[in-house]
């Protein structure tokens, strides 16, 4: 185990913000996080989990021991007549994921091209896209209980799975280190078609005969479409959460502004958040270094040496206007550390 001391942390944050860590260590197994928490247990520092960072905000230095989770692998462990059970590892790269259950025809995840991060935040986040969401594909996890650093198994019901969240964001937060994740994949597939533009892509793209790549690679191209590469332009995604409204609360928005979209769930009518920030003047603004996405208001964004703080503020503003327009408060999917 390597421990460095006084590393930036540029690089392995997907908003590209300049904040240091006071140490840090890339761990490739459970035993080598064991090793890791047990060093900060004895040095008194609090140890921070890092996967991809495409979920996070870094708003100051960390004084932590930064532990880069790099737990590889990808096997069948198991499979029936309909279904194959994959476990991968928690610092497996999301979208290299995909890739490779397309290739297997492993079916399932197809819908979820191209989402930023690691194996491992998937669970906690219950990501999900055009019509998809981790818990209709979850079988079970692996996670390191953080005082015992015992192993310990989760199942769907355990996870307490919800609209991008999960029972590792809240009952649970902070006490537990998710190593690998068992998800089960269909050996037909079941596509989903319906949501977004989809449909739209492949009839334009010519599909006629519908296949895991094509799904793919029609989300991919609606994806790039509306989101800046990281790479090119910090920013970690979608940085708001959709909110669900009453349905009471819709129909009196919809006599007030009838072109509000809303899709109603179990829990009322979801409203995209997109389009509430869009109607507050969002869109497109920028402000010195950081800003609103040009072409997908719900994506703030670093332009280059934008700092934490002021993408913070920026949200806080964003938040506070939706409300007075339209008595709405959205809640950021990011984390601020």
Known sequence: MNILENISLKTYNTFGIAKNARFFVSVNSSEELKEALSWAKSQNINPLILGGGSNILLTQDQEALVIKIEIEGIEVVNEDEDFYWIEVGAGVNWHRFVLKSIEN?????????????TVGASPMQNIGAYGVEIKDVFSSLKALNRDTLELEEFNAEQCNFGYRESV??????????????????????????????IK??????????????????????????????????????????????????FEELKNQHPTIPGYPNEEGVKVPAAWLIEQCGWKGKRFGEIGVHA???LVLVNYGDGDGNEIKNLATKIQQSVLEKFGISIHPEVNFL
């Open 295 to 297: 072409k997908q208001p």
């Open 168 to 197: 590792f964001k809240h009952e649970l937060k902070g006490k537990y280190v998710i190593c690998s994740v068992v998800f089960r994949l269909r050996k037909e597939p079941e596509f989903h078609t319906e949501y977004g533009a």
């Open 200 to 249: 739209e892509t492949l009839e334009a793209s010519g599909i006629s005969k519908l296949s895991l790549k094509a799904i793919s690679d029609a989300v991919i191209q609606i994806r790039q479409s509306k989101l800046p590469d990281p790479k090119e332009i910090g920013n970690s995604g979608s940085f708001f959460k959709n909110p669900t409204i009453p349905t009471e609360k």
């Open 105 to 117: 025809n492993w079916a399932g995840i197809e819908n979820l091209s191209l989402i930023p991060g």
